[in-house]
């Protein structure tokens, strides 16, 4: 990986680690994306941006594979979305066949501008999320 490349991921993972992301957390309506940590089983809640479509919602990570949330979906793909302060339940899909520039388009202009400008390795990932009572949702598994 070029020196320059690996700087702004430290530099920008970082920062989003030490200040904006605890920040963004306590935030009533921000998006929050939660994991289940791949080695503490503990959930990590990320803030982020993206857009619902139907019972989907879509995002694209700025650094692929390296950010710890996508690698806590490829341990457990099950996760928690927040919209607009309501938590949703869903699976998440990595899809490395999506053009992640086109999907940037479609999604909320300042996050994806801020995604291009830092992103090294980009990364689509869709949620689907789960309506109560269907297929894929626990509780009407267990049912």
């Known amino acids: 990986m070029a020196r320059h490349t690996d700087l702004r991921f430290r530099a920008t993972t970082a920062l ?3 200040v904006v992301n605890p920040l ?9 994306l ?10 990590r809640r990320t803030p982020l941006g993206g857009r ?9 990570s700025e650094f692929g594979e390296r950010s710890q ?14 919209l607009r302060g309501r938590w949703h339940e869903g699976t998440a899909y990595l899809l490395p066949d999506d053009d ?9 202009r ?3 501008a801020a995604v291009r400008l830092v992103g090294t390795g980009l990364l689509t990932v869709r949620v689907d999320l789960w309506r109560r009572g269907t297929a894929g949702d626990p509780a009407a598994d267990s049912a």
Do not use: C, K
């Open 110 to 112: 300042g996050n994806s």
């Open 24 to 32: 963004a957390r306590r935030m009533p309506f921000q998006t929050l």
């Open 52 to 60: 619902r479509v139907g019972d989907a919602f879509w995002l694209v």
């Open 100 to 108: 992640p520039v086109a999907r940037l388009r479609t999604l909320p």
């Open 34 to 43: 939660e994991t289940t940590g791949r080695v503490s089983g503990l959930p």
């Open 16 to 18: 989003q680690r030490h």
């Open 69 to 82: 949330y996508v690698r806590n979906i490829q341990a457990d793909p099950r996760v928690r979305v927040r």
